[in-house]
Every structure is written in structure tokens, then in C-alpha cells.
Nanobody, 120 residues
Framework: VQLQASGGGLVQPGGSLRLSCAAS????????IGWFRQAPGKEREGFSC????????YYADSVKGRFTISRDNAKNTVYLQMNSLKPEDTAVYYC??????????????WGQGTLVTVSS
């Protein structure tokens, strides 16, 4: 059983990246998936989620209108499209699973993170 975030890298301000959260050994469609990030010296922030119930989504104000979360069940992957990136988006990004059907519950399985650096 493995959950892995990937797709991070160095991007200039205003640029875009797409992160992937891929699972092996279990089916992501059965879980609510959250994206989190932790910047150096800061607390971890949960900023996006897609529910298992009806794929409803949640975005924190810090990313609303710039980031989009989605599922591809055929690939057992959840994506995070990040546009209009800002230096303050620099962080290690993680995905995690929640057994509950809705966003807002607890998360119990975490993947390895991927580093996103936004800098000119």
C-alpha cells in the first residue's frame, strides 16, 4: 500500500505545475483526498480536498481560483493543477486519504511529499 505525491519542481512566479497523488494497493476513488503543504518554518496547511461522496471540492482562500483538484479513477490518481503560482506557494506538498465521505474530516494515511519552489 503506497500513496505518492509527485510533480513538484522549480517554477517562476506566474507559472503552472500539476501535482499527482497516485495510489498503489488500494483504490483512491473510495476515499476523500486532501492536499496539504508545509513551508519552511510554518505549520502544515490543508488547502484543498475532493470528497469520496460526490467529488465535491474545497479550496482554502489562499489557493481559490488558482488551484484545481480532480480525480482520474482509471489512473487511480488525484491531480492538483496549480496556476498563477506565487513565491508564497513554495512548500512541500502532501496528499492524504480520509475514510470519511466528505471534506473536513480527519486524514489517516499520508504519502511522501513533493517540493514545489516558486522563484525567479
Amino acid at each position: 500500500v503506497q500513496l505518492q505525491a509527485s510533480g513538484g519542481g522549480l517554477v517562476q512566479p506566474g507559472g503552472s505545475l500539476r501535482l499527482s497523488c497516485a495510489a498503489s494497493g488500494f483504490t483512491l476513488d473510495y476515499y476523500t483526498i486532501g492536499w496539504f503543504r508545509q513551508a519552511p518554518g510554518k505549520e502544515r496547511e490543508g488547502f484543498s480536498c475532493i470528497s469520496s461522496d460526490d467529488d465535491s471540492t474545497y479550496y482554502a482562500d489562499s489557493v481559490k481560483g488558482r488551484f484545481t483538484i480532480s480525480r482520474d479513477n482509471a489512473k487511480n490518481t488525484v491531480y492538483l493543477q496549480m496556476n498563477s503560482l506565487k513565491p508564497e506557494d513554495t512548500a512541500v506538498y502532501y496528499c492524504a486519504t480520509s475514510p470519511g465521505p466528505f471534506c473536513g474530516g480527519g486524514y489517516d494515511y499520508w504519502g511522501q511529499g513533493t517540493l514545489v519552489t516558486v522563484s525567479s
